[in-house]
């Protein structure tokens, strides 16, 4: 056991872990932040198999904007400061998703384990090799990304005025938790 | 490196941490001063009140550590911390002299942003967690505002990159040639404009607006908890003038810079750091929505303009 | 380096991905299951990358690909969420809304 396999193990704990709080927690907004741990320590994974850049860009979009997002969310749907058991299926349902989550575990594990190897050093994929193949043999999939991304973004503020024009008719109740904080000019 | 290196290492970086947004805290009560036509603190220490910073410190010091009875109580006392060492992180890149760097890293432009972006995540969790209605909607604005000035941000920062050919800020530094202000320059714009929004300083200080939500995600710490957000907000701006002198200014390049190099840093630095107090005292705050507007219909076009015309220069060069 | 680490790693991850996905009512929290998903399949990218398996840097772009995808993915879900909120008051996958 090499150093790099100690410290990708360390990091490696720490994601399992948070993971599991992230996914077991009753706090709502605390799920949110052991998520954040999760994959900042995943992000640690990464450098270690000397993903560095891939490392920066997952604490960068996930941190700055998908657990922001996500945190927002929560605050918006009036997330309370203490434990809530019905944010969890009833026990006998835990239970049953235990075990599907269990069988997929080791479904990829018996796929995967047969095939470990030893690698004699990690192969580093440096940051211009990787530019060069998103721009040149990825470019098709990447403008394709883009498109996608676009269209995200316009479904995102599509559907979130679809109650717009019932709005104008009724006294708006419903939507005035997140129109006000967000100083949407609604005035 | 030897283990002796690193040590010193990070003791030159904990002490440029510690002492460097004294300097720009001191700075703003001074320059604050002058601007509104008033004295500012004038006793502590003799000359001019130069210990005023450190009574304060003191004073929050000697205060009660209190948390709410309804707050998230571990929350609430780790979100002072993850607002400050992100800024400790990213200090560590920044060069300020040929060769003088905490930590050299590949990619450190792209470093800096994740810290940046990881810091403003200690407010949001420390106004949820004070169970404030004034610190969750707090909160909730500096989450609307770090996601619609990350996006500026990072555009600008990507455009420099992309000019200078490298992710690395001592590479960037390298590149850099006085032409870059010309053409770079809306990108520098966009840049300050969106790093004072990501500081939460006036104008863009609505998540914070003392006058109205009552300092917002803040309102309930004090003490040393609260001195480590001044902290933070303070070696924020140490870390953006830096960045912008770095990304924007050519960092240590200037005449005799094998020498001089840190002066030049200083030099380039310092009248940002004063903008940004500038900025505080000539700007009244600007609401919510025109911060949403300014960023989406302002910046994030401008931003994208230059990432297209540097992108062109580039490739036709 | 060994490659059971990351292995291990990754169907670990998705194991608790399935699970949270599978055991949640709250419908913000059903996605961070489903994060974790995303994750464990970034640890098999990458592991490829290292393992210098992959053609073209494959390993790297495609997991560059997955985080973009994950954004707008979260994007969309949650405008949906914020939109389910709106109608009926809550976002209890189970519930019949106030």
Redesign the interface.
Known sequence: MTGLDLAFATFGLIAVVCGLLAVTTT?V??AA?WL?VSLGALAGCFLVMGA??VA??Q??IY???I???V??AL??TRSP?AAQTEVSVGPRRRVLAAVLGAASAALLLAVLVPVVAVLPERTVTS?EVMARDLFGVWVWPFELLSVLLLSALVAAFAVSRMDRPSEDTAPAHASSTDAP?????EA | MSALEIVLRSAAVLAAFLVLPLLVGQMEHKVMGHMQGRLGPMYAGGYHGWAQLIADGVKFLQKEDLTPA???RW?YRIAPAIALVPYLVAMAVVPVHPGWVGAEV??SA??V??AS??S??GM??GG??S?NKYS??G???S??Q??AY?LPL?LSVASVCLAAGT?NLTGIIEAWSPAWLLWQLPAALVFLCAAVAELNRPPFD?PIADSEIVMGPFTEYGGLRFAFFLLAEYAGIVLFSLLFAVLFLGGWRGPGDAYLGFLWTALKGLPIAFLIIWMRVAWPRV???Q???LAWLGLVPVALGQLALTAVVVVSR | MSLLGPYVLAALLVGIGVYGALSRRNAVLMLIGVELILGGALVLLVSTAAAGQDQWSGGTVLSLFVITIAAAEVAVALAVILGVFRFRGEIDLFGRGR
């Open positions: 706090r907004v605390h932040l954040v560095e850049f920066l860009v604490v960068l941190v700055g904007a657990v922001v997002l945190l927002f605050m918006l400061i940051t904080l967000l100083g949407e000019a | 309804a707050a998230d929350l590949p990619a792209l470093l942003l994740v972006g990881i403003v995540l949001l969790i949820w967690a169970a969750l909607i909160a909730m604005r989450a609307a770090l996601l990350e990072v992710l609505t609401r919510a929505d911060l949403q507007r």
